[in-house]
């Protein structure tokens, strides 16, 4: 039981960091195209791990 909870977790993380990461390049290509591709960035980016942390620690 132990380790399917464990696993759990780390698919989790796993699939939250994908998110994260493919979020994030979605608005790096969006910082490119308006041409303020750092700050595009940093706000999808920051977006996202608030997202993905609420998601994981806020559960209903």
Known sequence: MYNAVSQNKRNTILIMSVFV???????LFIGVATDSY??????????????SL???FYRC
């Open 21 to 27: 990461i493919i979020i994030g390049i979605i608005g």
């Open 38 to 51: 750092s700050l595009s960035f940093m706000h999808i980016f920051i977006c996202a791990m608030l997202y």
């Open 54 to 56: 609420v998601a994981i």
